[in-house]
Nanobody, 116 residues
Framework: VQLVESGGGLVQPGGSLRLSCAAS????????MNWYRQAPGKEREFVAS????????NYAGSVKGRFTISRDNTKNTVALQVNSLNTEDTAVYYC??????????WGQGTQVTVSS
């Protein structure tokens, strides 16, 4: 199982980025996918999830209305569109899949820095 995030960077407050997660080593279309983030000095926190077919999404309250999770099972990718960024969104963003009990996989993360 491999998850590879990309798309992070430095952006000004109010800006946008599109994060991507390339998945391999398992059948993406069979599993829900998640995005988490970890800010400096803080615990990793849930950001968004999407069901295996893409018809059900959930968001943390702090990002609802600003972030959008999506997936393309034909390309084995999951995306997170992040809009209206503020400094509190600065974090390393991780892609995650739970294939079963004690089968939790993470990518290496992509850094998002929001600063003027």
């Amino acid at each position: 199982v491999q998850l590879v995030e990309s798309g992070g960077g430095l952006v000004q407050p109010g800006g946008s980025l599109r994060l991507s997660c390339a998945a391999s080593g398992f059948t993406l279309s069979s599993y829900g996918m998640n995005w988490y983030r970890q800010a400096p000095g803080k615990e990793r926190e849930f950001v968004a999830s999407i069901s295996s077919s893409g018809d059900i999404t959930n968001y943390a309250g702090s990002v609802k209305g600003r972030f959008t999770i999506s997936r393309d099972n034909t390309k084995n990718t999951v995306a997170l569109q992040v809009n209206s960024l503020n400094t509190e969104d600065t974090a390393v963003y991780y892609c995650n899949v739970q294939l079963g009990p004690a089968r939790d996989y993470w990518g290496q993360g992509t850094q998002v820095t929001v600063s003027s």
